[in-house]
């Protein structure tokens, strides 16, 4: 790849809870140069394994709420209680280094951020089928019944917004789901090279 670029370009990578999302996403980073994920701020308490600054920025709720209202997030939203934001100042910094930038959001802040930076690439990933998210929740075993109720009807809504996404991945095997991801970001170099 051309590591000249002035510029890096941004994925936005949106799923219902339980698709796999992270994990697609670590398996592409996992052998492409030049990419990182970008790490959100929330004000959701941690999870058993998860640390500060490597899996999100855990804040306070008014801590969040004044970076809002000063504009730091590149985008926001509330769900499930709690807040989630892209700090704007990290990703612009990283794009300039002529870094690519993977966002895993939800449909709402990636609309927030498709509005802001209409060259972003939008990148949405389906389950084989819908009954297959429930199990996929109850394996995880990180929510109770009522919560996967919740994160199921939530995702029934959020499906419908992937016609306004430009890609569409089915997470039906992971490895082919990787490289549909990693063909989509390579597309994306070559269309920025041919530009030059």
């Known amino acids: 790849m051309n590591n000249a670029r002035t510029q890096g370009n941004i994925f936005v990578i949106s799923a219902p809870s339980g698709c796999g999302k992270t994990t697609i996403v670590s398996g592409l980073l996992s052998g492409e140069k ?3 994920r970008s790490i959100s701020a929330t004000t959701r308490p941690a999870r058993k394994g998860e640390k500060h600054g490597r899996d999100y920025y855990f804040v306070s709720e008014r801590s969040f709420v004044g970076k809002v209202k000063s504009g730091k997030f590149l985008e926001w939203a509330k769900n499930f209680g709690y807040y989630y934001g892209t700090p704007g100042d ?3 910094a990283k794009l300039k280094k002529g ?9 709402k802040g990636a609309a927030q951020v498709k509005k802001k930076i209409p060259g972003s690439v939008m990148v949405f990933i389906m389950p ?8 996929r929740l109850h394996k995880r075993a990180t929510d109770g019944d009522g919560e996967i109720r919740n994160r199921l009807c ?3 809504k959020e499906m419908a917004y992937s016609k306004n996404y430009d890609y569409i991945i089915v997470n039906d095997k992971l490895d082919e789901a990787v490289k549909h991801l990693k063909a989509i970001v390579i597309a994306k170099r070559c269309e920025n090279n041919k530009r030059k």
Do not use: Y
């Open 99 to 107: 870094i690519d930038i993977i966002l895993t959001i939800d449909v």
């Open 154 to 156: 939530i995702a029934r």
């Open 128 to 135: 084989p089928k819908f009954e297959d998210l429930e199990i």
């Open 34 to 36: 030049n990419i990182e």
């Open 90 to 92: 990290i990703v612009s």
